[in-house]
């Protein structure tokens, strides 16, 4: 099976980054990557979600062609452009009543929640932040500041306090992970942290890198009270399964919740480096004094979102995330029946995870491998998890029943293949 791969390509193997595959893309056209080996990959990752539209698209495309020829474009003049206002006003749209006050453009996740972070203490004058575990809110050093993932512990702001995510898989039902985890918080609150002093909770309305975790219904709304209760700002970080991609535009719908900050990311500009945070005046003004960067909202980026955000719209992609989604999560139900690795399936729209657990513990080589063997056949992927044993499917918005069939035939192969240590 080793002869499916040409070569390791230079061009991928003299870069300092994480990379899963062995290869350069050299093209793409909606959910399909083109290798520099001309094979034809399906993409079920999509850039770690940031390909919303897949690739290629002809209307992202064509706002960056126009924007890079346009003349409000040609100064790239930070913020002050014709598209990064109609950007801020299309995305204050787009969140509840009580965050539509300003907005922040960044150029990642990663800065987005950064700034957050610092805007919120400054604002509230509260030294405290609480997050979950295992949340991952970038990989800057500001934004791992307030991030639970294993991957960055170093970096943890002194004023964060983790608490647990509910796991209905590990927690053995929804409703035992909801009480643990809210018992936990009341405790916390009643005998270790004055709920006064913490500023803001960042939440995650889908675990995405911490294993593609859903919540128990109510949890969310429990955590709100809470909040309300003791004036804590909730911030919810929609980077990886906002616009759209849960079957929602936004992914805290489904809990039904009203976050006072929304920060968005990665699918926000199909690709391009955009973030924005969408929060009240009174705090998002405090970005001003610290968070100047020289390119953000610049024109190109910003068209780029316009764009996605328009093509969401117009091509109803939220209603194919929830619909295809839900084609996608029963298929991957059926495998599950039939692949004993499989441990749990969960997610929401295109927004999925698939567990694999072997003798009752966390399958993480199991879980390499087979993103490594679908790869061999043709299909991208990648894994989470705090456990590293999760597979994380976040495909185009766009994908179609078709390809989300053809997808699930070549996962149901590679983990045959693994489980018969044909790989
Ligand atoms: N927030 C979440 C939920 C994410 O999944 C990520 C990235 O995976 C980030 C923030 C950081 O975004 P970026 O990688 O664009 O900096």
Known sequence: MSGLYARESRSVSTMAHLRFFPQAVVGGSGAYLTGDDGRKLLDFAASWGAASLGHSHPALREAVNRALSDQAGASYLSTANEPSVLLA??????????????????????????????????????????????????????????????????????????????????????????????????????????????????????QSDGGMLVPPDGFFKHVEALCRTHGILIVSDEVKVGLGRSGRFNAFEHCDIEPDIVVFGKGLGGGLPVSAVVGPEAILNHAVAFSLQTVHGNPVCAAAALAVLQTIERDHLVANAGRTGRMLREALDRLAARHPLIGDVRGRGLALGVELVA????????????????????????????????LEFTPPLTLTKAEAQEGVAILDQALADVAAGRV
């Open 359 to 390: 003798d009752g513990a966390p399958a993480a080589r199991q879980t390499a491998l087979t993103v490594y063997r679908a790869f061999q056949l043709g299909l991208v992927l990648y894994y989470v998890g705090v456990n590293s044993n999760v």
């Open 89 to 206: 006003e299309k995305l204050l749209s787009l969140v509840p009543e009580r965050a539509r006050g300003r907005v922040w453009f960044g150029h990642s996740g990663s800065d987005a929640n950064e700034t957050v972070a610092r805007m919120v203490v400054a604002a509230t004058g509260r030294p405290r932040i609480l997050a979950f575990n295992g949340a991952y809110h970038g990989g800057t050093v500001g934004s791992m500041a307030v991030s639970g993932h294993p991957a960055q512990q170093g970096a943890r702001a002194k004023g964060l306090t983790l608490v647990p995510y509910p796991n209905s898989y590990a927690a053995g039902s929804p409703e035992a992970a909801k009480d643990a985890a809210l018992a936990h918080l009341e405790t916390l609150f009643a005998t270790e942290i004055p709920p006064q002093e913490v500023a803001a909770f960042f939440i995650e309305p889908i």
